[in-house]
């Protein structure tokens, strides 16, 4: 049987690609407070604001490609069974080929409606004020927004309670539920780190890797396949 990974993945793995990370040092998303794009209460206030925002996340992700470290995550299915649960809302893994993704935080190229949680769409385009699903509702994007519950919580954690390894890439540790997960490792499971900024409190000193995740990625593939 092959031995299972599971990858805790965070904006620092997208930022290679171009894609500006959650919160700038200045506490601010896209020169938007985060209350004000990323709330229930911010959507009810300006719904178009909102939709807005996401349809320029949406655009962006046209222009942008997986990167090496996505790459290599998605070769190690040849030997590993991968999971990547993944704090982002791109969709730079799938693209990369990887096969076992679960977005903790929801996905831009997905839209839900107002009324019904469970009732979600593929969606590529703009999504708009008047975008209704079939019931008459309006279409909202399918992102967890502060607040709210984390419907793949339950799914993620049993799925690092059964991991062999666990890499944690490009993640600052601090969001919590996702964070969290860190408490659900098995005690034999080897635990690798891969970030630049983070400190070191989670795993040996030789399974901790101050690099980007690209350069983090390419070490650790050496390791794993040895």
Known sequence: MKKKIVVLSGAGISA???ISTFRDS?????NHRIEDVASPEGFARNPK???DFYNLRRRQLKDVKPNLAHEILAELEKDFDVHIITQNVDDLHERAGSTKVIH?????????S???EKQIYNWEEDCNLGDLDEFGNQLRPH????????PEMDNATKIVSEADIFIVIGTSMQVYPAAGLI?????????????????NQFTKHENFLKTSATEGMKVLRKKLLK
């Open 16 to 18: 290679e690609s171009g």
């Open 26 to 30: 200045n506490g601010l998303w896209e």
């Open 49 to 51: 604001l909102v939709l």
């Open 104 to 112: 903790l935080h929801g996905e831009l190229k997905k839209v839900r």
């Open 114 to 116: 107002m009324k019904d």
């Open 143 to 150: 992102i967890v927004w502060f607040g709210e519950m984390v």
């Open 183 to 199: 408490h659900y490792i098995p005690k034999n499971c080897e635990i690798f780190v891969v970030d630049p900024h983070l400190e």
